[in-house]
């Protein structure tokens, strides 16, 4: 990073036609820059005001002149404006004439609203950048604070507002960004449950794109990311900006476009969001980056500071173990017996780690009753979960179970001896037949520590299924603030202890869970279909480490949809490969299958868990492709899923991305006996493994064979 630079010219003012503007000087009192080896982020202030990104985007040369920047990026003045266009600051004021939605909203401890005005009182640049700004008048400070990231080419930013007394916040933004005045559209996410990461491209015009997330968790209709590209940027080129908010309750993003035509970028929790009033309040963080390789260049960079920067492994040299999850295979019927069945089946094909999900405690027979209710069923497991677990080491299996803590079912022991550690009101609509308990009581996290530190503490267990399957009655920052604690107290305790997030699949899904998880069950549609488009939307935020992905049931539970065990297995070896169906319905061939493809999953983890996640740019769009490149270029694998019929017969040519173009690369089909009878030319492939340049690869592209719908080709590549 640069040092701090301090500028301070003097810029005169004019008139035109007559019509006088304000000749006070408008000096430039301090200017800052950020780099890494990919961007530059310069903020600049002028009378000591709150900053302003004046520039974000490619790195610039070190000896760039950043007064020059500062004068270059302002806007000129005509009729119908002010007589000077208000700064888009950090934190846009409205007492500033700021014609946009303000970064800060605020009330003092009796409501009078605040209209603060901030000004410069330090500044430290020594490795990360903080600007502390502060207005005397109503005793409020606000610090921003930068660090940029060298090898992962993400700036983590973050607002924080003190005050001398208590008050009320209705919003506060992180670091509010400038847009890109050379883009036509932004991409948000949205979903549902069993559709999740689903990509919205909304055009950019006058006024406010608005997502408010109030469900109390991320959502599965709320991923918090956004990215901006440049007019003609693909996956694999032109210009991107990236964004994603750092926590797991309800958030707010909006994206506005100015009369003048400027554009901001604003994230924060939700609105209304901290009930009580205090004296200080921060933002969650807020990570950005710049791309000049097409959204691939944000999706590498989101991928790569999440698994290296953000997650911390309990066991980080370990490999990643294939899963088994029971759920499918016998829901809430536990039987000793059954299950030790069930296990030895899953050992034989490869699973390496054997999850048992909801229906132990309590009285759990289905989900109405028993939920906190945190004891072994002594009906189902007489002498305890211990034969269990001993039967799982037996196979050489570790040994995970299912919690869902922050939930209650009216129908159980605690509800019955506290209903006042309940969220929300007496009457309120349940889910799932359940309610949320109050995780900001100490008393219900104290409980909740007490139950599963016991669990935890009598069995050898390696592994948490973290659930939380119902939106929270209302939005409330100290809610997850409390999840957050108790997720933090366990882990301190027992460290080797892995924890996945699963809400109804994706319902919380973010780097603020994350950075206390290990694991995230991306949805609960084992449909292989449906799995594949969500991994590839998702690729461009979660890297393969931390993303669940399970061969499910010949017939999904979830879809009815009856898929081929090839197709389901290649698209779970996509990500962190699991089984989570029955495996006494498979047959001898499925068996086969899967114990083949599992194996070159585990021949192939080490490297591909590191690897990026490249989406390429198909020409068919029937064809959802990926490229997983390893971190020194040596080595790479091709999924190409043919998620519906083609418009035209054959296939068209799949070019790749990231490769030298004058190295020569070995490519090989793998799956190529899976051919089908319909393929009956003679695509060299199908016999040959080719020997091609990354030139070739990348401008004319791999003519693959052709298949039917619903089916996966695999492609190695290595350099040679």
């Not at 973010?510 to 449906?530: C, H, P, Y």
């Not at 390429?616 to 999924?639: I, N």
């Not at 199908?686 to 492609?715: C, I, N, Q």
């Amino acid at each position: 990073m640069a040092d701090l630079m301090a500028q301070t010219p003097s810029v005169s003012e004019t008139s035109i036609d007559g019509v006088g503007l304000d000749r006070t000087p408008q000096r430039l009192s301090s200017a800052w820059r950020l780099d890494d080896g990919r961007q530059t982020l310069v903020l600049t202030t002028r009378n000591d005001r709150l900053p302003q990104v004046v520039y974000w985007g490619a790195r610039l040369p070190d000896d760039e002149d950043l007064e020059t920047i500062h004068a270059a990026h302002v806007i000129d003045v005509t009729g119908g404006m002010l007589d000077e266009n208000p700064d888009l600051s950090l934190c846009p004021e409205a007492t500033r004439s700021f014609p946009g939605q303000p970064g800060l909203i605020v009330r003092d401890a009796d409501g009078t609203p605040l209209l603060p005005k901030f000004c410069l009182r330090s500044a430290d640049q020594n490795g990360t950048l903080q600007l502390v700004y502060e207005d005397t008048k109503n005793d409020l400070t606000l610090t921003f604070d930068f660090a940029a990231d060298v090898e992962t080419n993400v700036v983590t930013c973050q607002t924080t507002l003190d005050a001398t007394r208590p008050v009320h916040l209705h919003w506060l933004a992180a670091p509010v960004l400038p847009a890109p005045q050379q883009s036509e559209e932004m991409i948000d996410v949205s979903g549902r449950w069993c559709g999740e990461f689903q990509l919205g491209r909304t055009q950019w015009s006058a006024g406010m794109r608005y997502r408010e997330n109030r469900t109390g968790r991320t959502g599965h209709e709320h991923f918090p990311s956004l990215l901006i590209p440049t007019i003609g940027t693909t996956n694999t080129q032109g210009e991107c900006y990236g964004f994603h908010y750092g926590w797991s309750g309800g958030h707010k993003m909006i994206a506005e476009e100015l009369q003048d035509g400027r554009r901001q970028i604003q994230w924060g929790h939700a609105a209304r969001m901290e009930t009580e009033p205090k004296t200080q309040f921060k933002t969650a963080p807020l990570y950005i980056t710049y791309s000049d390789t097409g959204l691939n260049g944000c999706a590498v960079s989101f991928q790569r500071h999440l698994r290296e920067r953000i997650v911390t492994w309990p066991k980080p040299n370990t490999p990643r173990p294939v899963h088994y999850n029971c759920w499918e295979a016998i829901y809430f019927d536990h039987k000793l017996p059954v299950l030790k069945d069930i296990a030895d089946r899953a050992a034989a094909l490869g699973a390496e780690r054997f999850v048992l999900d909801d229906g132990w405690f309590g009285e759990r027979d289905d989900d109405t009753r028993s939920l906190s209710d945190w004891t072994v069923d002594p009906r189902k497991y007489p002498d305890g979960l211990s034969p269990l677990i001993d039967h799982i080491h037996g196979l050489d299996m570790t040994f995970g179970i299912w919690f869902e803590p922050e939930m209650i079912n009216e129908d159980s022991d605690i509800h019955r001896a506290n209903p006042h550690w309940v969220l929300g009101s007496e009457d309120q609509t349940l889910g799932r037949q359940q309610k949320a308990l109050n995780m900001a009581l100490p008393e219900v996290r104290d409980y909740l520590y007490d139950r599963m530190s016991a669990i935890l503490r009598d069995h050898d267990i390696d592994y948490i299924k973290w659930d939380h399957n119902r939106v929270l009655p209302m939005p409330d920052a100290a809610q997850t603030r409390g999840s957050y604690a108790l997720i933090e107290r366990l882990r301190s305790d027992f460290p080797g202890v892995e924890i996945e997030s699963c809400a109804s699949g994706g319902g919380r899904i973010d780097f603020g869970i994350l950075e206390r998880t290990q694991r995230v069950w991306l949805s609960d549609s084992n449909d292989a279909l449906e799995r594949l488009r969500i991994q590839h939307d998702a690729a461009l935020f979660l890297p393969l480490a931390v993303t669940g992905s399970h061969v499910g049931p010949r017939v999904c539970h979830t879809s009815g949809r009856t898929l081929d065990i090839s197709f389901r297995a290649w698209v779970a070896a996509q990500r962190h490969m699991g089984f989570e169906m029955d495996p006494r319905e498979l047959t001898d061939h499925e068996a086969r299958v899967l114990t083949e493809v599992t194996s070159w999953w585990k021949a192939n983890r080490d490297w591909m868990t590191t690897a990026d996640i490249l989406r390429l740019d198909s020409a068919d769009p029937a064809v959802l492709a990926e490229q997983q490149h390893a971190r020194d270029g040596s080595q790479f694998v091709v999924f190409a899923g043919k998620a519906a019929t083609s418009a035209q017969i054959a296939p068209r040519p799949l070019r790749l991305t990231a490769l030298e173009p004058d190295a020569m690369y070995s490519i090989r089909l793998i799956n190529r006996d899976t051919a089908s009878r319909l393929s009956r030319g003679t695509t060299a492939l199908k016999t040959d493994d080719l020997t091609l340049s990354g030139a070739y690869l990348m401008r004319h592209g791999v003519t693959l064979p052709w298949t039917f719908p619903e089916r996966m080709w695999v492609l190695e590549g290595r350099k040679l």
